[in-house]
């Protein structure tokens, strides 16, 4: 059953929410709100849209930058993919 919940409400949600990541092995990397209230997948659509793992935890994630390893850059068509 899905939670009857908007866009709109979700991002108010993250707006008043504080997230607090400890050592990031539950935090989610794209999908949790840890750049001051929003999540990468929406602060960077268009590089979370190029990423192959998108459920990594933020402790995976920014361990050697693995995120950065992830990205399919065969599918980078122009640097406005990127911006």
Same mark, same amino acid.
Do not use: D, E, N, W
């Given at each position: 059953m899905e939670i009857p919940c908007t866009n709109t409400n979700r991002r108010l949600f993250n707006a008043v929410t504080k997230i607090t990541i400890e050592n990031g092995a539950?935090? &989610?990397f794209w %999908? !949790? $709100?840890w750049l001051d209230g929003i999540c990468p997948k929406d602060l960077a659509p268009t #590089?979370? $849209? &190029?990423s192959r793992k998108k459920n990594r935890t933020f402790q /995976? $994630? =920014?361990t050697r930058n693995v995120w950065v390893q992830d990205l399919n =850059? &065969? %599918?980078i068509n122009s640097i406005l /993919? #990127? !911006?």
């Open positions: 539950k935090a &989610l %999908h !949790s $709100a #590089i979370f $849209a &190029l /995976q $994630a =920014v =850059v &065969l %599918h /993919q #990127i !911006s």
